[in-house]
C-alpha cells in the first residue's frame, strides 16, 4: 500500500514543461539532483551532517564567486580591444617607388627678381656686419636666371605687383649676448625680433649657430617675397625639360620615356621630377632584384645658379616614396653629393593596421575631422601640414607659404600682415611641443609602407674615366662641355630583394575566443558545459514562474478572507456532540421541537427554506433556535460552521 502511494507521488512530481513543486525546498532539491554541475548534489544530500552541507555550500558559493570573478577579468580586458602585432614576409613581383628628384635651383620669377636681388644685397650687407666683409664675398655670382611664366604679367587679385613689395629692414639678423644659467658665462647668439601688431608682445627668434640664423632668417624674408605670385603657376609650357637635371635616365636596361616624369616647382628645392607618379605603368614593374634591374641616373648637379642663403647644400635633392604621394622633401628627402656615384638599395614593409575600437586610424582620410589641402592620397604629413594652415589662417589672417592654401585665402606677407611671423613661430612652437590638437586629429593610415634605404658611395667619375664620359656626355641635352666632375653625379636605385615584410594588426582576444575562455573558466570550476547553463537559467525561470503563482495564490486567499470577515447569513452544522444531555419532565418539549429516532446530522437554515439534509426527507425537520432540545440533548451555541448553500 505505501508501495502505491510512493509510485503516485512520484507520477504526480513527473518533470514538466514548468514545474510545480509543493516549496522552494522541494524545487531547490530536484535541481541539485538532476543537474549536471558538479557538487551541487553535496548541498542537499548530507541533510543529516550540517558540517559537510555548510562547507559544501561554501565551497560552491566559493567557485560560483571565482569563475565569475574571472569572467570579469575576461571582459574587462575584452574591452580593452587588445591588438597582436603579427610579422610575414612575402616575396612577389612588385611595382618600383615613386621617385622624386629637385636640383636645389629655384626659380626666379620676373614678378619677384627685383624683391630678390634687394635681399640678397640685404643679406650681404647683414653678413658683413656680423662676420667681415670678406665673409659676404662671392655669396651671389654668375648671371641669374630670370623665369618669365606666362600669364604673371598682369596683376592677380590679391597679390602685389612688382613695385608695390617693400622688403622690411626693420627686421634685421642681430647679435647679442645672454648669460648662461649654468656656467655663468655669456653665450652669443645670432637672431632677429618679431613683435604683434601693437608691438608690446615680442620673442627673439635666435641660434647658437650663426648659419641656421641666418638661413632662417633668409628664408623668412623669402616667404614674404614669394608670396606675391599666385597660388597654382603653370611651368609645363617653360623651356625647362628633365634633361636640365638627368643627363641620363635606364631602368631595368632600357632607357626611360618621356612620358615616365612628373614636373613641379618647389619654392626652396627648384625644379622638380617625380618617376613612376602614379604606379601604374608596367613598365615600372620590378621583376628582379640587383643594381642591374634597378633605375640609374646620371645627373647634373652645377652650382652656379644656386641661390646660396636658401640652401647650402651641393648636389641634388632625392625622395624615395610611394606613389600618388606628395613628397615632403624637407622632412624625408635626401643629398646626392655630386663627383659621386651613390648606390641606394630599398627594401619594403608594410603595415596594416586595425581601425574601430582597435585603434585610430583612417583607411582614406573621409572621416578625419581635417580639412585636408593636398589632392593626393593621405599621409599623416600631409594631414598635419593641413591642420597646421587652417589654424594659422583662423588665428593669422594667412597662410603659410609652404603649405597649400585653402579657398579664399592669401599667403602671408609682412606688406599686408605685419604681425603674422610673431603669429606664425608662436603657433609653430606649439606643434612641435604637440601642444597644438594637429596631432590628435590627425590618425595614421590604416594601410601604408614605407621603404628602408641603405646606401653606398664612390668618387665619380675616376681619373681614367673622366675624359671619355665627359666626351660622351657632351653628345646629351644641356650638358657644357667646360663642365668637370664636380658638376656630374650618378644615383643608382635598386630593390636589394623583392622580399618585403608585412606588420597586421589582429585582435588578440575575439569574440569566439572570449567564449572559448569562458567555457575553459566554467569546466574549470563547475566541471560542466553549455548545457550546465541552460539548466540553471530553467531552474531561475522555475523560480520565477513559482514565485509568481505563490504570490497570485496569496493574494486571492487574502482576498477570501477579508471576504469571509464581512456579514453573511451563515448556515449551522448541528451533530450530536454540540448537544448535552438534559433532563426530560413537562414543559420541556415545545411546539418547535420534536424528538427523532436515529438522530444523525441535521442541519437547520435560519430562514424558512426546507433543510439541506435529514435522515429522511420525507419526514419535516423542525426548525432549530438556541434553547432547542433534541433527544435529551440541548444545543450549545458554540460551534457555527458557515455552509454554502
Not at 542537499?44 to 574571472?70: E, I, R
Not at 614593409?349 to 586610424?361: A, M, T
Not at 650618378?490 to 597586421?504: A, C, G, P, R
Request: aromatic share 12%.
Amino acid at each position: 500500500m505505501d508501495q502505491d502511494l510512493t509510485r503516485e507521488e512520484e507520477e504526480e512530481k513527473e518533470e514538466g514543461l514548468i514545474e510545480f513543486y509543493d516549496s522552494y525546498r522541494d524545487m531547490f532539491e530536484f535541481f541539485c539532483k538532476n543537474t549536471t554541475i558538479h557538487g551541487t548534489i553535496r548541498l542537499v544530500c548530507s541533510d543529516s551532517n550540517k558540517m559537510k552541507t555548510a562547507f559544501w555550500t561554501l565551497l560552491f558559493l566559493a567557485s560560483f564567486g571565482m569563475l565569475y570573478w574571472q569572467f570579469a577579468l575576461l571582459f574587462s580586458q575584452y574591452w580593452t580591444y587588445p591588438v597582436v602585432t603579427t610579422m610575414s614576409m612575402h616575396s612577389e613581383p612588385k611595382m618600383f617607388p615613386a621617385i622624386t628628384l629637385c636640383n636645389l635651383n629655384p626659380y626666379r620669377f620676373a614678378r619677384v627678381s627685383e624683391n630678390l636681388a634687394e635681399l640678397d644685397f640685404l643679406a650681404m650687407e647683414t653678413i658683413a656686419s656680423l662676420y667681415g666683409s670678406s665673409a659676404a664675398a662671392n655669396i651671389f655670382h654668375g648671371e641669374e636666371k630670370i623665369i618669365k611664366v606666362k600669364d604673371l604679367a598682369r596683376k592677380e587679385p590679391g597679390n602685389f605687383g612688382p613695385s608695390d613689395f617693400q622688403l622690411n629692414r626693420n627686421i634685421p639678423l642681430v647679435r647679442k649676448y645672454i648669460i648662461d644659467p649654468v656656467s655663468k658665462k655669456n653665450i652669443s647668439m645670432v637672431g632677429f625680433r618679431l613683435c604683434n601688431a601693437t608691438g608690446e608682445n615680442c620673442f627673439d627668434k635666435t641660434y647658437s649657430s650663426g648659419v641656421d640664423a641666418i638661413l632662417e632668417w633668409y628664408k623668412f624674408h623669402y616667404m614674404n617675397i614669394m608670396s606675391q605670385l599666385p597660388v597654382i603657376i603653370n611651368i609645363t609650357v617653360h623651356e625647362d625639360q628633365i634633361e636640365d637635371l638627368v643627363y641620363s635616365c635606364q631602368y631595368d636596361g632600357e632607357p626611360c620615356k618621356n612620358s615616365d616624369y612628373d614636373h613641379f616647382h618647389h619654392p626652396v628645392y627648384g625644379s622638380c621630377y617625380t618617376f613612376n607618379k602614379d604606379g601604374t605603368n608596367p613598365f615600372w614593374k620590378a621583376t628582379k632584384p640587383g643594381v642591374a634591374y634597378g633605375l640609374s641616373l646620371i645627373l647634373k648637379a652645377e652650382q652656379k645658379d644656386h641661390i646660396a642663403l636658401l640652401s647650402t647644400v651641393a648636389g641634388v635633392k632625392v625622395m624615395i616614396h610611394n606613389y600618388n604621394q606628395t613628397p615632403f622633401l624637407e622632412h624625408e628627402g635626401f643629398d646626392i653629393r655630386p663627383g659621386i656615384a651613390t648606390t641606394i638599395g630599398i627594401q619594403q614593409d608594410e603595415v596594416h593596421r586595425l581601425g574601430g575600437n582597435y585603434g585610430k586610424c583612417t583607411v582614406n582620410g573621409d572621416d578625419v575631422n581635417v580639412k585636408l589641402l593636398y589632392k593626393s592620397s593621405y599621409t599623416l604629413q600631409a594631414c598635419v601640414h593641413s591642420c597646421f594652415q587652417n589654424i594659422m589662417i583662423q588665428h593669422c589672417g594667412c597662410g603659410y607659404y609652404y603649405y597649400p592654401l585653402p579657398p579664399d585665402a592669401e599667403y602671408c606677407n609682412y606688406n599686408k600682415h605685419p604681425a603674422w611671423g610673431h603669429c606664425f613661430y608662436q603657433l609653430y612652437n606649439r606643434l612641435a611641443d604637440h601642444h597644438l590638437s594637429c596631432f590628435n586629429k590627425c590618425p595614421k593610415p590604416c594601410s601604408e609602407s614605407w621603404y628602408k634605404i641603405s646606401a653606398g658611395s664612390a668618387k665619380w667619375p675616376s681619373p681614367n674615366s673622366e675624359d671619355w664620359i665627359r666626351r660622351a656626355l657632351s653628345q646629351q641635352k644641356g650638358y657644357n662641355s667646360t663642365s668637370n666632375r664636380k658638376d656630374i653625379a650618378k644615383v643608382t636605385i635598386f630593390y636589394h630583394q623583392l622580399n618585403y615584410q608585412s606588420v597586421n594588426e589582429s585582435p588578440l582576444l575575439t569574440l569566439n575566443l572570449l567564449l572559448s575562455s569562458m567555457g575553459s573558466q566554467w569546466s574549470l570550476w563547475f566541471g560542466s558545459s553549455v548545457l550546465s547553463v541552460v539548466e540553471m537559467l530553467e531552474f531561475l525561470l522555475d523560480t520565477i514562474v513559482f514565485s509568481l503563482i505563490f504570490g497570485y495564490k496569496w493574494s486571492r486567499s487574502k482576498k477570501t478572507l477579508k471576504m469571509a470577515q464581512s456579514p453573511v447569513i451563515s448556515s449551522v452544522s448541528l451533530t450530536l456532540e454540540n448537544y448535552r444531555t438534559v433532563p426530560e419532565g413537562p414543559g420541556t418539549e415545545s411546539s418547535s421541537a420534536q424528538t427523532f429516532p436515529n438522530a444523525g446530522t441535521i442541519v437547520a437554515s435560519k430562514n424558512n427554506d426546507l433543510p439541506l439534509h435529514s435522515v429522511s426527507n420525507k419526514i419535516h425537520t423542525p426548525e432549530l433556535y438556541p434553547e432547542v432540545v433534541l433527544n435529551g440533548f440541548r444545543y450549545i451555541k458554540d460551534h457555527c460552521v458557515d455552509v454554502d448553500p
